[in-house]
């Protein structure tokens, strides 16, 4: 496997589903992890499901805050890695989404990316440059944006696509300084927010039949299918990868 010895990695939307699953891998790799979200005690729970304790440190952090992010930066070591996982499926067509929505989801999975990407940038092209080894952005996309349409997934599938442009020009800027930046594109992932998707809908059993049937391996992911793939992006192992939407979505794409 993939080890992160050595490095420090900032990852949000830690306290929950591919978030939280990567936190685990990342100090199980041998890295140093500030995990964020805005769920305090989800993310006072994670010390108690590493042995790596000591390398782990939590803070609340909404992304949609542009001054608290900024104030957590200014608190951080240098950092060799960053997972921007925060995100939101909103549900519908553009007819079903106002003004309102829109704002709310190009804030969320978009702009966080941006805060983030303002606040932390700058450490991590001073510390790749002191240590001769890649700094490493993973942002979350989706297979659904640019690469796939799904019905009812207009705000969603807009940002997501949003995702991998801002990832290809970010890998573009800084793909001579030594800071790499790729999107990871899961397919569908059994997550405590896919579940609420689930039970919204009129015929849960019907709904999880739905999403496992636009599964070609015939199941949904688990989110210890895509933690794999954060680690790996994160690591010197994919030194030679940048620009990337990198697809984990067993086989829709096919
Ligand atoms: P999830 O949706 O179950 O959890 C999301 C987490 O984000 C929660 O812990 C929540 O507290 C946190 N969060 C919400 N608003 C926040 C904010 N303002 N600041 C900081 N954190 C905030 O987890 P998931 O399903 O693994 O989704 C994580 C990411 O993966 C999202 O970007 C999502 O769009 C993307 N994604 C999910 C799937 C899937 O099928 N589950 C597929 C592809 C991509």
């Given at each position: 496997p993939a080890s992160l010895a050595g490095k420090t990695v900032l990852i949000t939307a830690?306290?929950?589903g591919m978030g939280r699953a990567s936190a685990l891998a990342c100090l199980s790799a041998g890295a140093s992890v500030i995990a964020t979200d805005i769920q305090a005690e989800a993310l006072a729970t994670l010390a108690a499901e590493t042995?790596?304790?000591?390398?782990l440190r939590t803070a609340v952090l909404d992304v949609r805050d542009t001054a608290a992010v900024a104030a957590l930066a200014a608190t951080l070591p240098p950092l060799h890695g960053l997972f921007n996982c925060a995100g939101y499926v909103h549900s519908g067509t553009v007819l079903d989404c106002d003004e309102a929505a829109w704002d709310f989801s190009m804030d969320l999975n978009v702009k966080s990316m941006w805060r983030l990407l303002r606040a932390v940038l700058p450490g991590m092209l001073a510390e790749a440059a002191r240590t001769g080894n890649s700094a490493s952005v993973v942002n979350m996309a989706s297979m659904a944006g640019s690469i796939k349409g799904f019905p009812n997934r207009f705000a969603y599938g807009t940002t997501k696509a949003a995702v991998i442009g801002l990832t290809k020009a970010v890998a573009a800027d800084f793909v001579k300084q030594g800071l790499r930046c790729n999107a990871l594109c899961p397919g569908t992932v059994d997550t405590p927010s896919l579940r609420e998707r689930i039970n919204a809908a009129p015929d849960p059993a019907q709904a999880e039949r739905d999403f496992i049937a636009r599964q070609p391996m015939g199941r949904l992911a688990s989110v210890d299918d895509i933690a794999p793939m954060v680690v790996f992006l994160l690591s010197d192992d994919a030194r030679l990868i940048t620009g990337q939407a990198l697809l984990v979505d067993g086989g829709v794409t096919i």
């Open positions: 830690a306290a929950q042995p790596h304790p000591e390398r």
